[in-house]
């Protein structure tokens, strides 16, 4: 039986982990967030009511399932305390079943508008993030000056570092960016506030989590983002800032990478892209607009129009190499009811996967053709109701791939699924 499960996307981010981890919370005790920040937006439709969580872990609206947010998440303090209250408005109790690692990194103010400086200096090379300040969060992490929760402690030091810390951003804000400098009185405030409302939450994440491993409860892990925009496997430099590969369910979290028993990965029956970026299988025509329009492609964080295009199986097969990915789970297959034809991307026309950014920009992707169901699948739950040609289409991905079906997703609300063998057994 698995215990622990790590779910997480095999594209580029969108691919209906939200739903999916909901879905399996059923079975666990403890849902971890481990990476990435409040730039991830998952939507959760619930007897027809939509909620959009961006920072608090998915699990949050079954009512005996306690949340985490790991070491390798960044934290924007405003985002969260919003989150926190608008789930409490809607009546779901967060405070008591939130748990913040003492050492996740603090997104500051001068995160958010260094990312924002940044990507208007880059123009029209802008990697389209999400503004939230994610990139110069880890920068600071790795450069060893980043604020942690677990500092919001201690008011005095916390003033000092902060003050070292916008000194050196300030310089970059003013002389490289030509922009008004922050003042340090009123960053420092405003996290006073905000670390009296968060610090209740703080504890040793990783402590707790092995607590729950002892008593051999279950634990789902939640990736966000995708593997193609993971920051070192990823479409470089159009990427997020972190590791969004399996690996970090175990650096974000502390648990260890033989304490993982089963990896989910994630994958749209088509393909989406939020920001700029190598995208071989996108389209650009009435198809692209069809898979754009019945798959509601807009982004859950910043209402950006999604591009769309087919299901690209050689990305998938290098994302399920790198996650070492133990099943697949299809979600939106209905979104593909309408087309008479369907293509998936079985070759890049190069005999290396492409790594550096010229090498994306020359894929050529070969096609392989399969005719559409025209019918409706939303809402079956179960295999044996699919039409004969979506049963072709998904045992192409398998005999591609090499890895089994698990679960399909049928529609957004919480009760369309095929669940074909749960991942926590
Ligand atoms: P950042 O993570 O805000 O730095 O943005 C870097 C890239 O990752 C941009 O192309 C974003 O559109 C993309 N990205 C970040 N978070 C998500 C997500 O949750 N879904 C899809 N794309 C994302």
């Known amino acids: 039986m698995n215990k622990t499960v790590v779910v997480l996307g095999t594209q580029w981010g969108d691919e209906g ?12 005790i403890a849902v971890v967030r481990y990476q990435g920040g409040h730039n991830a937006g998952h939507t959760l439709i619930i007897d027809g009511e939509k909620t ?23 934290i924007e303090p405003a985002a969260l305390i919003k989150e926190i209250e608008q789930l409490s408005a809607a ?38 993030t999400t503004g939230r300040g994610i990139g110069p969060a880890y920068e600071d992490k790795v450069a060893r000056r980043g604020i942690r929760m677990g500092d919001l402690a201690d008011a005095e030091t916390l ?36 670390a009296e409302q968060l610090l209740p939450m703080c504890d040793d994440v990783t402590g707790c989590l092995h607590t729950h491993l002892q008593k051999s409860e279950k634990i789902l892990l939640e990736g966000a983002q995708g593997s193609l925009l993971d920051i070192d496997h990823g479409t470089y430099p159009f990427v997020t800032s972190s590791n969004t590969t399996a690996g970090s369910a175990a650096s974000g979290s502390g648990l260890g990478v033989t304490q993982m028993d089963y990896v989910l990965g994630i994958t749209k029956a088509y393909t989406t892209r939020v920001g700029s970026g190598p ?27 999604r591009r769309c295009g087919w299901l690209d199986l050689v990305a998938l097969k290098r994302s399920i190499q790198v996650n070492g990915v133990t099943g697949l789970c299809i979600t939106k297959l209905d979104v593909l009811d309408a087309f008479a034809e369907i293509k998936v991307c079985v070759d890049y026309g190069d005999a290396q996967f492409p790594v550096t950014a010229s090498q994306w920009e020359t894929v050529k992707p070969s096609y392989q053709s399969f005719k559409g169901w025209q019918s409706s699948t939303r809402g079956l739950t179960d295999a044996n109701g699919l039409p004969a040609e979506a049963k072709t289409f998904i045992e192409f991905v398998e005999n591609y791939t ?10 957004p609300d919480r009760q369309e699924n095929i669940v074909i063998q749960h991942p926590m057994g």
């Open 17 to 28: 982990k939200g739903k999916i981890v909901d879905l399996l919370t059923e079975e666990a």
């Open 52 to 74: 959009v969580l961006h920072l608090v872990p998915s699990g949050i609206l079954r009512d005996d399932v306690t949340c985490y947010i790991g070491n390798g998440v960044v």
């Open 91 to 128: 009546g779901v109790d967060v405070r008591s079943r939130l748990v913040i690692s003492h050492a996740a990194p603090v997104i500051m103010p001068y995160h958010i508008l260094l990312d924002q400086l940044r990507e208007a200096k880059r123009g029209k090379k802008a990697i389209g």
């Open 159 to 194: 003033r000092h570092k902060l003050q070292e810390v916008l000194a050196y951003h300030n310089h970059v804000i003013e002389h490289y960016h030509a922009h008004e400098p922050l003042d340090l009185e009123q960053v420092y405030q405003q996290l006073l506030q905000q």
């Open 279 to 305: 995208f071989p299988t996108e389209l650009f025509d009435d198809d692209g607009a069809l898979l754009a329009e019945r798959g509601v492609e807009f982004g859950a964080t910043t209402g950006r129009p």
């Open 402 to 411: 090499k890895v089994p079906v698990h679960i399909i997703s049928t529609g």
